[in-house]
């Protein structure tokens, strides 16, 4: 049973340019949350997609985008890259409703130089 | 105010000790809590749920107190393996939007 997979592990681009990190839930899952986890924080929420649409949405700037595809799997794109958008960004999966827990990806690493 | 707060620690605690920490969060309409566990530099892996009548799951023990907005969890007899950071998560809202704490760091020494 394949759990949340993410890529690239470690991704390094310099400011200005424009990323794309994907994400494919784990089996049956059908909701996928993207996070910025930044070094000695907590993971910080981006957005959440279900049903090929998004959910919800946290205080990240119209520079962060994502999709997600009728298999459930999700993209998160970055534009215009910052300094400080360097971090870990983390996708999570579960089944929609409120107390299912959610299972997270290795991580996507980005560095910006 | 924070959505969840943890004393960041660390926490230095003897082998085969007991360490105990809270979190606290601030809307009273959370519905979920969880406890997860991050290794360094690693994922966030799901350590267990937390119920309103507490729960137990061997060595580690999770309580929920809603009057008083805050989530405890308890470790005993402490294992090198321990050794992580503690993050507490609040579902805010009724679409599983996760808030997490900045986390409780737990160093094991032999």
């Known amino acids: 049973d394949a759990g949340v997979t993410q890529s690239p592990t470690h991704l390094i681009k310099t400011r200005g340019q424009q990323v794309t990190l994907r994400c494919s839930p784990k089996?049956?899952?059908?909701?996928v949350s993207w996070y910025q986890q930044a070094l000695g924080q907590g993971p910080q929420f981006i957005f959440q997609y279900y049903e090929e649409e998004e959910r919800q949405r946290g205080n990240f700037p119209d520079r962060f985008s994502g999709h997600q595809f009728p298999n459930y799997s999700s993209e998160l794109n970055v534009n215009a890259l910052l300094l400080g958008d360097s971090a870990l960004y983390l996708c999570?999966?579960?089944?929609?409703?409120?107390?299912?827990?959610?299972?997270f990806g290795d991580g996507t690493r980005l560095s910006i130089l | 105010r924070k959505e969840v707060e943890q004393d960041p620690g660390p926490f230095n605690v003897p082998e085969g000790a007991t360490v105990a920490f809270n979190c606290t969060y601030s809307n009273s309409a959370s519905q979920s809590f969880f406890w997860y566990r991050q290794d360094c530099r690693k994922e966030p892996k799901l350590l267990m749920s937390?119920?309103?009548s507490g729960n137990e799951d061997g060595r580690f023990t999770a309580q929920l107190n809603r009057a008083s907005q805050y989530i405890s969890l308890l470790i005993r007899d402490s294992k090198l393996s321990d050794s992580a950071t503690y993050l507490c998560v609040v579902n805010i809202d009724g679409n599983n939007r996760l808030a997490f704490g900045k986390g409780n760091q737990v160093v094991v020494i032999p």
């Open positions: 937390v119920y309103s």
């Open positions: 089996s049956g899952h059908d909701t």
């Open positions: 999570a999966s579960s089944l929609s409703g409120v107390r299912q827990p959610q299972h």
